[in-house]
């Protein structure tokens, strides 16, 4: 089996656990890969490979770090196919599920095929500019987020779904989540949350003016389009908060379905509420 590893940048940590796991895989018989800047941290005989070699090269992908670190690296590999098996450094954590105390049990087991693989929906984001024209479109495991620039100054955000009008937003922005992104800036703004086997989208404004404008959910195969109207360059978008782009006044994003899930490797015995009780202090069962 060959196994990626992707770093946490800044985190000594991260360095020690790559060098204990990478270790553990090797005695399994494991290829390893990681990104060129990494790959010291593994046992020596490991691979380096580009960023955009990595998805085509591995079968699973190891990542140290936050829930930042993770969305770095479903960008990277999840339209090959490749699962994401997360150590959790960072403070909460929602997606990588693995503790540093288990995850040398759970990289073996992993390695093995022992443990269960989810699949979580993502978005498929396109800025189309006001004359029509497309262009580049990425995709979100979290959202898409339409927000101010820098000044503060309520936005005008059209929105419409499949074409139907739903609201014109004064606000200071809008989110456009799936439901694993439910837990995240979503769910911050007064959104829900979804559990992640649904295919659906969270359409939630960021401080609306009109204190009646609340979250939506629609299902997933409906495409949400939000136009700008903001003066020129005064709405932002962030996609998973890995990249963004300006817009001009009449562009707008298109959100619907996208056609690769993510693939999560995920703790056996561990729900989905589970995670919820420790991240977000619910209590004991």
Same mark, same amino acid.
């Given at each position: 089996?060959?196994?990626?590893?992707? /770093?946490?940048?800044?985190?000594?940590?991260?360095?020690?656990?790559?060098?204990?796991?990478? $270790?553990?895989?090797?005695?399994?018989?494991?290829?390893?890969?990681? /990104?060129?800047?990494?790959?010291?941290?593994?046992?020596?005989?490991?691979?380096?490979?580009?960023?955009?070699?990595?998805?085509?090269?591995?079968? &699973?992908?190891?990542?140290?770090?936050?829930?930042?670190?993770?969305?770095?690296?479903?960008?990277?590999?999840?339209?090959?196919?490749?699962? /994401?098996?997360?150590?959790?450094?960072?403070?909460?954590?929602?997606?990588?599920?693995?503790?540093?105390?288990?995850?040398? &049990?759970?990289?073996?087991?992993?390695? $093995?095929?022992?443990?269960?693989?989810?699949?979580?929906?993502?978005?498929?984001?396109?800025?189309?500019? &006001?004359?029509?024209?497309?262009?580049?479109?990425?995709?979100?495991?979290?959202?898409?987020?339409?927000? $101010?620039?820098?000044?503060?100054?309520?936005?005008?955000?059209?929105?419409?779904?499949?074409? #139907? %009008?739903? &609201?014109?937003?004064?606000?200071?922005?809008?989110?456009?989540?799936?439901?694993?992104?439910?837990?995240?800036?979503?769910?911050?703004?007064?959104?829900?949350?979804? #559990?992640?086997?649904?295919?659906?989208?969270?359409? #939630? %404004?960021?401080?609306?003016?009109?204190?009646?404008?609340? %979250?939506?959910?629609?299902?997933?195969?409906?495409?949400?389009?939000?136009?700008?109207?903001?003066?020129?360059?005064?709405?932002?978008?962030?996609?998973?908060? $890995?990249?963004?782009?300006?817009?001009?006044?009449?562009?707008?994003?298109?959100?619907?379905?996208?056609?690769?899930?993510? /693939?999560?490797?995920?703790? %056996?015995?561990?729900?989905?509420?589970?995670?919820?009780?420790?991240?977000?202090?619910?209590?004991?069962?």
């Amino acid at each position: 089996m060959r196994f990626g590893f992707l /770093l946490k940048r800044g985190k000594p940590e991260a360095r020690e656990i790559a060098a204990e796991l990478g $270790q553990v895989l090797r005695q399994q018989g494991c290829r390893l890969f990681a /990104l060129d800047e990494d790959v010291a941290a593994l046992p020596a005989g490991a691979s380096a490979v580009s960023p955009e070699q990595l998805g085509s090269s591995i079968d &699973a992908l190891a990542v140290l770090g936050g829930d930042g670190t993770f969305l770095y690296g479903a960008g990277l590999v999840a339209d090959h196919g490749v699962p /994401l098996f997360g150590v959790n450094l960072g403070s909460l954590g929602f997606m990588t599920q693995f503790g540093r105390s288990e995850a040398v &049990a759970a990289i073996q087991a992993a390695s $093995q095929g022992r443990l269960p693989i989810e699949e979580r929906m993502r978005l498929a984001v396109t800025i189309r500019a &006001a004359n029509g024209a497309a262009g580049e479109t990425r995709h979100a495991v979290n959202d898409a987020v339409l927000a $101010q620039r820098s000044i503060a100054r309520l936005l005008d955000l059209e929105a419409r779904l499949d074409g #139907t %009008p739903i &609201a014109t937003y004064k606000a200071d922005g809008v989110i456009v989540s799936t439901p694993t992104g439910s837990t995240a800036y979503t769910l911050a703004a007064g959104g829900p949350i979804l #559990t992640p086997d649904l295919e659906a989208i969270v359409l #939630t %404004p960021i401080c609306p003016h009109t204190l009646t404008n609340r %979250p939506l959910i629609i299902p997933a195969e409906m495409g949400v389009r939000v136009v700008s109207r903001a003066h020129d360059e005064e709405a932002y978008l962030t996609v998973d908060g $890995q990249v963004g782009s300006p817009l001009e006044t009449g562009d707008a994003i298109e959100c619907c379905l996208g056609d690769y899930d993510v /693939l999560l490797i995920k703790p %056996p015995q561990k729900t989905f509420f589970d995670v919820l009780r420790q991240k977000l202090k619910w209590g004991e069962r």
